[in-house]
């Protein structure tokens, strides 16, 4: 099947790659986007991702103390975006505690929490009490209309999803929701009808592929051959997700851009890029590692020194020059992409 020719709307990650590399190479960068994995526990058990098999091994917390020593830092003073994920977030018994922390030293920034929307009581309690909630995001998973269940290994995930969904859309109207789903082998077939049941409900959706991320997702199983066979996809399945992507990005302007690198990189393309993900940007693991990168190793751990001892630090500079000086092939970045 011939597919659809995409426009190279590139112009405007070029100029902001620029900037950065620039920036980058003199030291000059401070801090606007950091993600805390506020926990590694779940109460889901993902196919695709193996968050939950770490029980087997213990867990981790971002602790409070923790979140406050980084988010205190002079280096991230001017943070804008601040993403709390997990695990489950809402599994953080002080989850109110660690957003009012957040509130109170950086008042203005925009929080995005993701979610698998499961705990609807804790969610519906969280945004009641939430100090300035125009300013938070709220993202719940959802890999499927009929596969969730499936996806999740949890029987009823998908019914608790969408109470959760329907609840917050009644109470908190102005609440910027939107639906995640993560193509794999297993439900690729279903992101159309998602799509349709999104639009249906005014939800944007967001799509990613699957990811094997050592450092993040799938620790465990990445060490596993047998396993690795959930991270690629038959030409047919390939087809059918490029089909539904071209569709629904039609005039869609710079997502086009990332749709050509995912279009090309599903079809087993060298993805000749430099890296477009922001260099100002910071993901903290729930046990204190430090990532500039999560396809690279961590650059520190917080429990150990401050956000300023280590993004000056070597690792961080042998990191950061690996990704301005060469074609990174790892990923197609951006990683995700908004419907
Ligand atoms: C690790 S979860 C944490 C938040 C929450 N538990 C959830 O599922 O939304 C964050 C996001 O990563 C996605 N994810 C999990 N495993 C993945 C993988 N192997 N590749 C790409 N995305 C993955 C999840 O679907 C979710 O949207
Ligand atoms: S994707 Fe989210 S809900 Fe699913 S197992 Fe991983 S952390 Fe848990
Ligand atoms: S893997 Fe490579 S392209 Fe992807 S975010 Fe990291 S440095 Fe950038």
């Known amino acids: 099947m011939k597919l659809p020719k995409l426009d190279n709307t590139s112009l405007l990650y070029n100029l902001r790659d620029s900037k950065n590399l620039f920036l980058s190479r003199f030291n000059l960068i401070s801090i606007d986007t950091i993600t805390l994995m506020l926990s590694d526990r779940c109460n889901l058990r993902c196919r695709m991702c193996d968050m939950w098999e770490k029980e087997k091994f213990g867990y981790s917390d971002l602790s409070l103390a923790i979140i406050k020593k980084i988010l205190i830092s002079s280096d991230v003073k001017r943070v804008r975006y601040l993403s709390l994920t997990g695990g489950e977030p809402f599994l953080r018994e002080d989850i109110a505690n660690i957003y009012a922390l957040i509130r109170s030293l950086h008042p203005r920034c925009r929080v995005t929490i993701s979610s698998n929307g499961v705990l609807t009581g804790k969610i519906i309690k969280f945004f009641s009490g939430a100090n300035n909630p125009r300013n938070i995001s709220l993202e719940i998973s959802m890999h499927g209309i009929t596969s969730h269940d499936h996806m999740t290994q949890s029987k009823g995930s998908l019914r608790q999803s969408e109470q959760t969904i329907g609840e917050i859309q009644k109470r908190f ?65 390939l087809q059918d997700i490029l089909c539904f992507l071209n569709r629904v990005n039609n005039n869609k302007g710079v997502n086009r851009y990332f749709i050509e690198y995912l279009v090309g990189s599903l079809q087993g393309k060298p993805i000749n890029k430099q890296c477009l993900v922001s260099r100002k940007s910071l993901f903290f693991n729930a046990n204190g590692d430090i990532y500039n990168c999560r396809n690279f190793e961590p650059i520190g751990n917080i429990k150990e020194g401050d956000v300023t001892l280590h993004i000056t630090g070597y690792k961080n500079r042998i990191c950061r020059q690996q990704r301005d000086s060469s074609i990174c092939q790892k990923c197609v970045a951006l990683p995700r992409f908004l419907i």
């Open 173 to 237: 109207p102005k609440l910027k929701l939107s639906v995640k789903f993560v193509i794999t082998p297993w439900n690729y077939n279903e992101i159309e009808k998602t799509f349709d049941y999104c639009q249906e409900r005014g939800l944007p959706l967001i799509v990613k592929m699957i990811e094997n991320v050592k450092s993040y997702t799938n620790s465990i199983r990445y060490e596993e051959n047998t396993k690795q066979k959930i991270f690629s996809f038959t030409e047919d399945q």
